[in-house]
């Protein structure tokens, strides 16, 4: 397993710049950062999604069961009871978010 990726904060005329390997191995390098904290917060951030893949949005409990269903491959009627089923989730959650 390769080792985890650190990158590295460097020193510019320009001012403070950072650099590190991209997912697919590519040098990427940003700069002129004012302080050298700011280059380090920067390029954490940039390792942070490197390691753990690009931010996913928020959805809400219908957009979740929505893409679930884009994706699950079954039989027309089972499809009927998971869409019925998923029904009986969303009104659940609803009802609990609200008196809550």
């Known amino acids: 397993m390769p080792s985890p990726q650190r990158g590295q904060v ?3 005329p320009s001012g403070w710049a950072y650099r590190y390997r991209d997912a697919e191995g590519r040098r990427q390098q940003h700069g002129r950062f004012t302080t050298r904290r700011e280059a380090v917060e ?3 951030a940039a390792l942070r999604e ?3 893949g690009p931010a996913r949005r928020e959805l809400t409990v219908a957009e979740l069961c929505e893409e679930f269903l884009a994706q699950h491959v079954c039989e027309p009627n089972s499809m009927t009871t998971l869409r019925a089923r998923l029904r009986y989730l969303e009104r659940d959650l609803a ?3 609200s008196t809550a």
Do not use: D, G, I, P
């Open 10 to 12: 460097l020193k510019q």
């Open 42 to 44: 920067k390029l954490e």
């Open 50 to 52: 490197v390691r753990n």
């Open 95 to 97: 009802r609990s978010a």
